[in-house]
Structures are given as structure tokens and as C-alpha cells.
């Protein structure tokens, strides 16, 4: 999906280390935004090396930008095996 958005807020970088399906040390780099089209406000992450990018970044909260984002739902169970369902939007491009 391609939005024009005004950016609310802009977190910091967080990086943390996991284990790849391989069993190797790897770091996990995630930035948050909340992003909001003048009527709704969400929650998106940029990934990986395009965190890392935007890092020493700030983008201008008085300007809109346009986002491409990635949207899926997913499903996960609780403790008791019920289904419950997030939301999760990844930022793609800042343009």
C-alpha cells in the first residue's frame, strides 16, 4: 500500500540478537514510527538495514510523506490455545 502520512513520531533504533535458522548470532534492527493520514494513526516498523539508515535521520514531522508499506495479519494463540490476531505494517519506502 502507497499512503501520504504525517509522521507523529519517530523511535530510536533497537537492535538485538537472535539465532538464524542456522544457528548463527545475528542482530535485529527495528526502528517505530506512528504515522497518521489526518484521520487515522498507526503503528509501523522499518526493518534491518533500512533502520539502520534512517537512524541518524529525522524526517520532518511538519511535511507529509509518502510510505509504501506491507500489511499482514497474524495469528497467534495465548497460553490457553485461544487465536488471537495482530495487525503488523512494515514500512518499505519513505519517500
Known amino acids: 500500500m502507497e499512503k501520504t502520512v504525517n509522521i507523529v513520531q519517530q523511535g530510536a533504533l533497537v537492535e538485538r540478537p537472535y539465532e538464524d535458522r542456522n544457528g548463527q548470532s545475528q542482530m535485529y534492527a527495528s526502528m517505530g514510527f506512528i504515522l497518521s493520514d489526518g484521520v487515522d494513526s498507526f ?17 520532518d514531522k511538519t511535511i507529509p510523506h509518502r ?29
Open 67 to 95: 510510505v509504501q508499506t506491507q500489511m499482514c495479519a497474524r495469528e497467534y494463540k495465548d497460553r490457553d490455545g485461544n487465536s488471537h490476531y495482530s495487525n503488523e505494517i512494515r514500512i518499505i519506502r519513505i519517500m
Open 43 to 59: 503503528y509501523a516498523e522499518m526493518l534491518g538495514d533500512q533502520a539502520r539508515k534512517f537512524a541518524a535521520i529525522r524526517l
